[in-house]
């Protein structure tokens, strides 16, 4: 007997985000142009922080599931958008004056100067270790290509570094998006579960370099140390 209800398969896709939001928004360009769109997302992310990448990276691995895309191609463009974004930012801050810089970004919707300050310290405190580990922070990952530019930090090792520090967090949030499939706003909430992970193995790090710095100190005193010469009497 012919049921009067539509056959509906098991295998179809999930359909995309249908609100009229951000996510609708990036969900409709990555259907137009397909992975480019998902880097143009990217790279705007970098330049307007606002665009948070934990939002954009998940739908492209969920685009990419549902065939729009591969998902290699996901994350290639996507860490291509990182780096032309973070090129961008090394750039401006490069030729631009540090009271010019303030001023433009604390007029941007949810930015703030603490942001920019917190940046340059971290750059500072952290120097190439900034820009690799940078890539995967809230509120240092688009600015610490500002400090860098203004440091004149040789471009290929912050291009390097930006491209390997994103390729990392881009493979996480597009393969957790691509995984979950139509779940993949949940990959939002073990962002921050990542970034402590991040900072762990940073502070590690710092601590292994630093006792090493210390001992090769220490070797550097001791074969500096004069020696001491014992003068024995003579007898006429």
Sequence with gaps: MPTLLPAISAAAPPAPPTDSGLAGWAAELMATLGAPGAGLIVALENLFPP???????????????????????????????????????????????????????????????????????????????????????????????????????????????????????????????YALGSRWHLVEQYAGLFQTVVLVLLGSLVVVMLVRRYRRHREVKKMEAPTQVIERPTFW
């Design 51 to 177: 665009i948070p990448s934990e939002i954009i990276l998940p739908l492209a691995g969920f685009a990419a599931g549902r065939g729009e895309f591969s998902v290699l191609s996901a994350i290639v463009w996507t860490t291509a958008g990182s780096v032309v974004g973070a090129v961008s930012l090394y750039l401006i801050g490069m030729l631009a004056s540090d009271s010019w810089l303030r001023r433009t970004l604390a007029r941007m919707p949810l930015v703030h100067e603490r942001d920019v300050v917190k940046a340059e310290q971290w750059f500072d405190r952290n120097g190439r270790a900034a820009v690799f580990v940078g890539r995967m922070i809230p509120g240092v990952r688009s600015f610490v290509s500002i400090p860098a530019g203004q440091r004149r930090m040789p471009w290929w090792e912050f291009v390097g570094l930006t491209a390997l520090g994103s390729l990392i967090w881009n493979s996480v949030f597009v393969g957790g998006g």
